[in-house]
């Protein structure tokens, strides 16, 4: 059973949930009331971002949609300037840890466990002598992706939680966690802060997740033509120096230009969606939507995704939903309100798309592997092994971790992220990320 720390914090949580959620709903803040957005809750404890490497991943944030406040926050693993045989993270992490006995103490089952395999390594050396990338405040700059042999990482796309309507990617615990992941998976994290509802409801927070995939389409085309001006071409490149070439190089309404860490850095082709509770509603949905529309993303890639105790639910209630329906932190009576707040009244359903992902229309056999996170005392956990269990029906890789004890945002709630459970968790994730990220063959730009 969870301590009695938990237990007495997890009362007094649902208690400041309750209350915000009855007075939203009494004010019955209308759709249109902020069209703009908002992503972060005055009373959320937020992080600055920091573009130094002062404990091993440097950050900075980034506002990528003019008429929204859609924003991202990059986590970018100092892994990256390394020469490749120097590159991996500093942590303990084995092939096999997820069959150690310290790996299956933190949970209680493991359904179809992945085939690890041995990620190849690249015996190619670089050198990064004399490489002018640092302020004098030693802020990571990047730089110019035609100038240098750069190492690629892979790049994953991260959702937070917050039951639609609170949450930030640049809260203290989100950032936290993403520096863990980042460290660990050896990848650019891009924590998404999506808009809230109830000023947007249903599809804002859906829709920022696939502007956030073409962004990072176009972000990889832009960096691909800066490259090429850059390197001799003529022209526009003979009437500028290069970096004057980089510096003007945009998109056609001039909003977007080359973000310099993802164009040294950055591999779109293989990237992951980690979605957290209800951001694993929305890494599932870009999944979905990513298939559909491969060559509109090109040159980006969905490999796999990782949803963390997803926020599904269902008209027919789980064995879970009627035995937990009382559990900690986010119990089913809270749930129910945030999804009333984030759906429209005239479309409010227990079967909407956004939240049962196992609707009768909708095909699964495309959709990439899938790790899914689940905690013990979690009402939501039925249906998503039951999600799980129809994606493998279809051929595709999709296990699900269960860990013992745990509750739900058991990883990544402010209170639980030094815990044992949490910090085995990040390090399973790793573990199955890291078979689909492994090399490949391109982790050098020239």
């Not at 804002?204 to 390197?231: P, R, T």
């Not at 001039?254 to 509603?281: F, I, K, Q, Y």
């Amino acid at each position: 059973m969870p301590s009695v720390t938990v237990k007495l914090y997890s009362v007094f949580f649902k208690f400041l949930l309750k209350q915000r959620l009855q007075s939203w709903i009494q004010a019955a803040v209308d759709e249109s009331s902020n069209p703009y957005g908002v992503t972060t809750r005055p009373e959320e404890s937020v992080s600055s971002p920091n573009p130094s490497f002062t404990d091993g991943v440097a950050t900075k944030d980034i506002h990528i949609d003019p008429f929204t406040a859609l924003s991202i926050r990059i986590f970018l693993p100092e892994t990256s300037l390394s020469p490749p045989e120097q590159s991996q993270p500093k942590s303990k992490l084995r092939l096999s840890q997820l069959d150690s006995p310290n790996s299956i103490a933190r949970r209680r089952n493991s359904y179809a466990p992945p085939d690890m395999g041995t990620p190849r390594s690249n015996s190619r050396r670089i050198s990064f002598d004399g490489l002018n990338s640092r302020s004098d405040n030693n802020a990571y700059r990047g730089y110019s992706p035609s100038s240098r042999k750069c190492r690629k990482l892979p790049i994953m796309l991260q959702f937070h939680g917050g039951g639609w309507v609170s949450g930030s990617n640049e809260s203290v615990a989100n950032d936290i966690f993403c520096r863990r992941i980042a460290k660990l998976c050896d990848v650019i994290v891009l924590a998404v802060g999506y808009r809230l509802a109830p000023e947007n409801k249903y599809p804002a927070a859906f829709d920022d997740g696939i502007k956030v995939l073409h962004w990072l389409g176009k972000q990889a085309n832009l960096a691909e033509c800066c490259k090429s001006m850059g390197s001799g071409a003529r022209g526009v490149g003979a009437e500028f120096t290069k970096a004057e070439v980089q510096r003007h190089i945009v998109d056609a309404f001039g909003a977007t230009m080359v973000e310099p860490w993802l164009a040294a850095h950055g591999d779109p082709s293989r990237c992951v969606l980690l979605g957290v509770s209800c951001g694993a509603n929305i890494a599932d949905y870009v999944a979905c939507k990513a298939i559909g529309s491969a060559k509109l993303i090109d040159p980006v890639k969905v490999v796999a995704q990782v949803l963390m105790y997803p926020f599904f639910i269902g008209s027919i209630p789980t064995k879970s939903e009627t035995r937990l329906s009382n559990s900690y932190f986010y119990d089913m009576a809270l749930c129910l309100l945030a999804w009333k707040l984030f759906l429209l009244e005239k479309d409010f359903s227990l079967d909407h798309p956004a939240g049962n992902p196992l609707i009768p229309d909708r095909s699964l056999k495309r959709m990439p592997p899938t790790l899914t996170i689940v905690a013990e005392h979690d009402w939501m956990r039925d249906r998503a092994i039951a999600y799980s269990e129809a994606l493998r029906s279809v051929n595709v890789d999709a296990p699900i971790l269960e860990y013992k004890d745990a509750v739900h945002e058991f990883a990544t709630l402010d209170m639980l992220l030094k815990t044992p459970e949490a910090e085995a968790c990040a390090e399973d994730i790793a573990i199955w990320v890291k078979k689909y990220i492994s090399f490949r063959g391109n982790e050098l730009s020239y």
